[in-house]
């Protein structure tokens, strides 16, 4: 009975870590004329993956002939807010 409740236990915790928000800031450009963008984007892969995080980010850019150049940061709820300003027209469009 204890091992089932215990099990029970753990898959509650692993359910509410997996639906826990996580966002990238990344830096983009483009090319002819050279332009350049900071975002935020809202991520489904894993909070500590930033390479997983660029494979999902780059056909969204890609969509509109961005190439992403570097994933800066990785991050949840509590980072979403101070990043609005910094990331202006680019927060959360991709």
Known sequence: MKTLALS?????AGAASAQAACYADYKA????????????????????Q????????????GSDDWVLLSIVSLFG???????????????LRY
């Open 50 to 61: 930033p390479e997983a995080a660029a494979d999902e980010l780059r056909p969204r850019l």
């Open 8 to 12: 029970l236990c753990l898959l509650i």
């Open 77 to 91: 709820d509590e980072g979403l807010e101070k990043r609005r300003d910094s990331a202006g027209d680019y927060y």
């Open 29 to 48: 450009k483009r090319d002819d004329p050279l332009r350049l963008h900071y975002g935020v984007a809202e991520i489904s892969a894993p909070c500590d």
